[in-house]
């Protein structure tokens, strides 16, 4: 069945070092995938998604690449911040459920960022 | 522009009572969806509407019940709350998707802390 996991909890970097934060899928039929970020107390927030035809996106300061041939996605924030500490979260949508906008979340990884 | 309104914030059910947490959008998306969030689990889909009118089930429906009778509400109802539903609510709404165009993530409520005793 389907399922979308993140390889580590929690991920602890310095201030100003680059964070990668990494996502397994298993559903070969996965067209989209989206990233989110929670802070506490907070729902999700969007970052970035990519399309299953693309390989790389770039938003501001924020990097996903997505390798299909082992299914798995990531995240790279570069010179991580402190208001970067949250959750991350990586959602996927499958092509049978393109209509219907269904999402299937990964269970996060917390960032940590110390000063 | 408010997005998505969740009320209430928290809320603490006795065993066996019922409620409804509401959820509105002001953006005109078609798409809503109520997520459940539990330490470790992630968010797990509830149920989801296409529509108004149009509502199907999601990953873990069993215990609560929807309407869409408008484009902007989408209240999740608790027949029977038990202590297995204490969580974090979330409601999330999107635009259409329309092949070849770009899809645009969930915008996300800011939750609803249930607690049931």
């Known amino acids: 069945g389907e399922s979308v996991g993140l390889h580590l909890p929690t991920l602890s970097v310095q201030e100003g070092d680059n964070s990668i934060i990494n996502c397994a899928y298993s559903?070969?039929?996965?067209?989209?995938f989206i990233w989110y970020k929670q802070e506490s107390g907070k729902g999700p927030q969007f970052i970035i998604d990519?399309?299953?035809?693309?390989d790389k996106r770039q938003g501001q300061r924020v990097t996903v690449l997505l390798n299909k041939t082992v299914k798995h996605l990531s995240l790279q924030i570069a010179a991580t911040q402190p208001g970067d500490s949250a959750v991350y979260f990586c959602?996927?949508?499958?092509?049978?459920?393109?209509?219907?906008?269904?999402?299937?979340f990964g269970q996060g990884t917390t960032l940590q960022v110390k000063p | 522009n408010a997005g998505v309104t969740q009320t209430p914030k928290f809320q603490v059910l006795k065993t066996g009572q019922s409620m409804t947490l509401q959820c509105a959008q002001d953006?005109?998306?078609?798409?809503m969806s109520w997520y459940r969030q539990d330490p470790g689990m992630g968010l797990r889909l509830i149920h989801y509407?296409?529509?108004?009118?149009?509502?199907d089930q999601g990953e873990v429906p069993n215990g609560y019940n929807v309407s869409r009778s408008t484009t902007e509400d989408f209240p999740l109802r608790l027949l029977s709350a038990a202590p297995s539903q204490t969580s974090v609510y979330f409601c999330?709404?999107?635009?259409?998707?329309?092949?070849?165009?770009?899809?645009?993530?969930?915008?996300f409520g800011s939750g609803t802390r249930l607690t049931v005793v």
């Open positions: 999330a709404s999107s635009s259409t998707h329309r092949p070849g165009q770009g899809y645009y993530g969930y915008t």
């Open positions: 559903n070969s039929a996965s067209d989209y």
């Open positions: 990519i399309r299953s035809n693309m």
């Open positions: 959602a996927e949508r499958s092509k049978g459920s393109s209509n219907t906008g269904k999402l299937i």
């Open positions: 953006m005109n998306h078609e798409y």
């Open positions: 509407s296409v529509g108004a009118g149009i509502t």
